[in-house]
C-alpha cells in the first residue's frame, strides 16, 4: 500500500489511525506534512524548554494529518456521519418509544447510527426549540408532537408550524384517562362524582402544563360542566413518569395515549375509565368512550418527522424516502422475536400507524393549528396555561443560591482575617520583635492575586462561550482555540499550547466521531 511507510512512522509515535482515513485524505495531506514537518525541525525547541527536533516535527505531523482527516467524509453521498433524532419528552413515553423505533429502523435504511436524544422541559419548547433551530445540514432530526400547535398560542415560544419542513406523520393516538387498579372509581361516572364533591382534591398528570394530555383533560372538564382546574395538573416531563408516579400514590389519574399504558394496563397496575376518540380503539374494545359515558369530548395526539427550515432539498428527498420505506414496512430489525418492522411494532404497542406525506402532513398542522388557537385563546381555556411557577423560577433560584454562596464565601474571609489580625494584636511587643516572617505567615491566610481571579473568570468564560458557540463555529475548532487560549493564559508556550490544543481537539474528534460515531457539532468547516 502506497501509504504503508506514514502508518508505520505515526505509529512509531503510538498513533492508531485508520488506514481508509488515510486513503482518503493523502492527497491533501502528504505535502502538508513534509513541508510542515521540515518547518518544525527547523525551529526545534532547545536547551530542553520545548519539544525536540524530532518530536515537534512528529507531533505536528500528527495533528496536520489529523485536521485533513477530520472532515474527509464531508464529500461523501449523504448521510456520511450520524445522525440525531431530537426526542422532545422523556424516556419511557409514547414518544420516545416511537422515536426509538424509527430511529433504529433508519439506521437499517440510511446505513449509518440514528442517535435519539431526549430534551426535555420547557412544556416542549426545549426540544422542539433544538431540533428545529439546529443547523439545517440534515443531520438533525426533529420527532415533533401536537404541542408544535398549541407551545406559540400559549406564548412560550415563537415556533410554529411554519418553522419547519415537515416530512411525515407516523402515529396519531387519542387520549385516554387511567388510574390506579385499586382507585375506588370504577366508571367516568363515578369519577365525575368525586370531582363534583371535592373540586381541587384530585391530581392529574401526563405531560406539561399546558401540554397535548392537559389540553385533552381541561376540555373534558369543561365539557362535563366543570372548572379546568377542578382537577390540579401537576407538570411533568411526559407519560411515562406521570405513570410511576401514579402507581406510586403521588397521583390520582394520568391523561395520555393508550399504547403509553398499555404494559401497565394489561398488567392490571391501571384501569382505563375512557378513551377521547369518537369511537372505541381497535385492540382496546371493552375501553368504552368518554361519548359513549355521557361527556362529547375528543380530542388526541400526534407525531411526526420534520427537519429544520433551509435543509437541502436533495437530504430532504433523501430523508423523506428513507421515512416513507419504514413507514411501509420495507425495512426490518432483528429483535428477540425475530424480525420486525415498523408496522409491526406500531400494532404490537398498540400505537395508530396512520402515515400522512410531506403535503398532507402540512395541511394537518395547518387545521389543528388554527383549531388549537381558538381553543386556547378562549377565556374558558385560560386557566391551562397557568403555572403555579414560571419558567424563570427555577434559574432564579439558581441564581440565588449561587448569590448566597459568593457572599457567604466572602462573610467568612472576613471574619477569618479579622480573627487573625486580633491574634497578631494580642501578641507581646518583644514577641512580635521576635517573631519571624515565617512565624507570621503561618497565622495569615494565603492570598488570592489578581491573576487567580482572572484566570477562574477566564475558565467560566470559556465554558460558557463553548456552550454557545460551539454549534456555530464547530467542536475542533472551539476546543483547539480554548484549550490553546487558556494553556497560553496558564504560561505554557504558544507553540507549545498550539499544538496540544490541535492534538487534543482532533484526537477527541476522531475518537467521538469517527470510532464511537457520536454526533459532534461541525460549525463552519463541517467539523
Known amino acids: 500500500m502506497e501509504n504503508e511507510p506514514l502508518v508505520r512512522w505515526l505509529g512509531g509515535a503510538n498513533v492508531l489511525i485508520s488506514r481508509r482515513f488515510i486513503a482518503d485524505a493523502a492527497t491533501n495531506v502528504g505535502r502538508a506534512t513534509r513541508v510542515v514537518g521540515r518547518a518544525a525541525a527547523t525551529t526545534a525547541f532547545d536547551g530542553g524548554r520545548g519539544f525536540a527536533g524530532e518530536a515537534g516535527c512528529r507531533l505536528l505531523a500528527i495533528v496536520v494529518v489529523c485536521l485533513a482527516m477530520v472532515g474527509c467524509e464531508r464529500e461523501a453521498a449523504y448521510p456520511s456521519r450520524p445522525i440525531t433524532l431530537v426526542c422532545p419528552w422523556a424516556a419511557g413515553g409514547g414518544t420516545d418509544r416511537v422515536?426509538?423505533?424509527?430511529?433504529?429502523?433508519?439506521?437499517?435504511?440510511?446505513?449509518?447510527?440514528?442517535?435519539?436524544?431526549?430534551?426535555?422541559?420547557?412544556?416542549?419548547?426545549?426540544?422542539?426549540?433544538?431540533?428545529?433551530?439546529?443547523?439545517?445540514?440534515?443531520?438533525?432530526?426533529?420527532?415533533?408532537?401536537?404541542?408544535?400547535?398549541?407551545?406559540?398560542?400559549?406564548?412560550?415560544?415563537?415556533?410554529?408550524?411554519?418553522?419547519?419542513?415537515?416530512?411525515?406523520?407516523?402515529?396519531?393516538?387519542?387520549?385516554?384517562?387511567?388510574?390506579?387498579?385499586?382507585?375506588?372509581?370504577?366508571?367516568?361516572?363515578?369519577?365525575?362524582?368525586?370531582?363534583?364533591?371535592?373540586?381541587?382534591?384530585?391530581k392529574a398528570s401526563g405531560t406539561a402544563s399546558g401540554g397535548a394530555w392537559h389540553l385533552a383533560l381541561a376540555g373534558w372538564l369543561l365539557a362535563a360542566n366543570f372548572q379546568a382546574d377542578d382537577v390540579v395538573w401537576v407538570s411533568s416531563t411526559g407519560a411515562g413518569p406521570s405513570l410511576q408516579e401514579l402507581l406510586s400514590g403521588g397521583l390520582d389519574m394520568v391523561c395520555c395515549s393508550l399504547p403509553e399504558a398499555e404494559s401497565l394496563f394489561r398488567a392490571g397496575e391501571l384501569r382505563a375509565l375512557g378513551v377521547m376518540s369518537p369511537e372505541r380503539v381497535e385492540g382496546y374494545e371493552k375501553i368504552p368512550t368518554f361519548v359513549e359515558q355521557g361527556t362529547d369530548w375528543t380530542l388526541g395526539g400526534w407525531r411526526g418527522l420534520a427537519f429544520p427550515l433551509g435543509t437541502p432539498e436533495p437530504r430532504v428527498e433523501r430523508m423523506t424516502a428513507a421515512i416513507l420505506r419504514v413507514v411501509r414496512g420495507e425495512t426490518a430489525i432483528r429483535t428477540a422475536e425475530g424480525d420486525s418492522t415498523f408496522p409491526d411494532f406500531m400494532r404490537a404497542a398498540g400505537f395508530n400507524n396512520e402515515a400522512r406525506g410531506p403535503d398532507e402532513f402540512r395541511r394537518f398542522m395547518a387545521e389543528n393549528d388554527e383549531k388549537f388557537g381558538r381553543l386556547l385563546t378562549s377565556e374558558a381555556m385560560r386557566s391551562v396555561n397557568v403555572d403555579r411557577f414560571s419558567p424563570m423560577t427555577f434559574p432564579n433560584l439558581l441564581l440565588a443560591l449561587f448569590g448566597a454562596t459568593l457572599v457567604s464565601l466572602g462573610v467568612q474571609r472576613w471574619w477569618q482575617r479579622r480573627a487573625t489580625v486580633a491574634v497578631a494584636d494580642e501578641a507581646p511587643r518583644t514577641s512580635a520583635a521576635a517573631t519571624t516572617e515565617g512565624d507570621l505567615g503561618s497565622e495569615r491566610l494565603p492570598s488570592i492575586t489578581i491573576r487567580g481571579r482572572v484566570s477562574f473568570v477566564l475558565v467560566v468564560l470559556a465554558v460558557l462561550a463553548y456552550v454557545m458557540l460551539v454549534e456555530t463555529v464547530g467542536f475542533v475548532l472551539m476546543v483547539a482555540g480554548f484549550l490553546a487560549g487558556l494553556m497560553v493564559w496558564f504560561r505554557v508556550r504558544p507553540w507549545v499550547a498550539l499544538l496540544i490544543g490541535l492534538a487534543a481537539a482532533v484526537i477527541v474528534y476522531q475518537v467521538f466521531a469517527n470510532v464511537l460515531r457520536v454526533p459532534l457539532p461541525g460549525g463552519w468547516l463541517g467539523w
Not at 422515536?99 to 412544556?123: D, F, Y
Not at 433551530?133 to 404541542?147: F, H, K, N, Q, W
Not at 411554519?162 to 367516568?188: H, K
Request: hydrophobic share 40%; proline share 7%; glycine share 10%.
Open 99 to 202: 422515536s426509538r423505533q424509527m430511529a433504529a429502523h433508519l439506521e437499517t435504511e440510511l446505513g449509518v447510527p440514528v442517535n435519539v436524544i431526549n430534551a426535555t422541559g420547557g412544556k416542549g419548547v426545549t426540544g422542539h426549540s433544538r431540533g428545529l433551530d439546529a443547523r439545517p445540514d440534515g443531520y438533525t432530526l426533529s420527532m415533533i408532537t401536537l404541542e408544535l400547535n398549541m407551545m406559540h398560542w400559549s406564548g412560550l415560544t415563537r415556533l410554529t408550524p411554519d418553522d419547519c419542513i415537515p416530512l411525515m406523520s407516523v402515529n396519531e393516538d387519542y387520549a385516554a384517562l387511567f388510574v390506579r387498579g385499586d382507585a375506588p372509581w370504577q366508571t367516568l361516572p363515578e369519577l365525575e362524582q368525586a370531582i363534583r364533591e371535592q373540586p381541587g382534591r384530585l
